[in-house]
């Protein structure tokens, strides 16, 4: 149920995102999640987008792109549920690496993770009954 994530390197000037960002639409694929990262010099964007390999494709051979597999779990929207999935990991000792979410109201909340090792946290939160979601889901 891994779900790819495209996280692309963008010099940390103004329009550098909205370009990237043009470029990926322009193409017809949808951005689904996002989350950027920054410093002094640059950016990482993350996306989760409906076609990774054509939004790689798109941006081109000169811009800096990887994917990774990150995993998406659907929860309930109130104090403590984010808690209650990383209890999950700590107990299967998985370190997150980082994270995006977003909730929307009666749809639930939606956290992204990186984790070290996809496979296992996959199986972690499956035995606990959390609920993850694919790519189609988003």
Do not use: P, W
């Not at 109130?78 to 994270?99: M, P, R, W």
């Not at 990186?114 to 606990?128: C, N, P, T, W």
């Amino acid at each position: 149920m891994a779900i790819k994530q495209l996280s692309v390197f963008l010099e940390n000037r103004q329009g550098q995102l909205s370009e990237a960002v043009k470029t990926i639409s322009d193409a017809g694929i949808n951005i689904r999640a996002l989350s950027i990262g920054e410093s002094k010099d640059f950016g990482i964007l993350r996306l989760i987008v409906s076609d990774t390999n054509k939004a790689k494709a798109a941006l081109g051979a000169d811009t800096i792109c990887k994917t990774t597999d990150v995993i998406a779990v659907k929860m309930d929207d109130n104090a403590g549920a984010l808690h209650k999935v990383l209890t999950v990991f700590d107990e299967a000792q998985i370190n997150v690496e980082y994270s995006y979410a977003f909730t929307a109201k009666d749809l639930g909340a939606y956290v992204v993770f990186r984790i070290d090792d996809v496979a296992a946290g996959e199986r972690a939160l499956l035995e606990k009954g959390v609920t993850l979601i694919c790519k189609d889901d988003i």
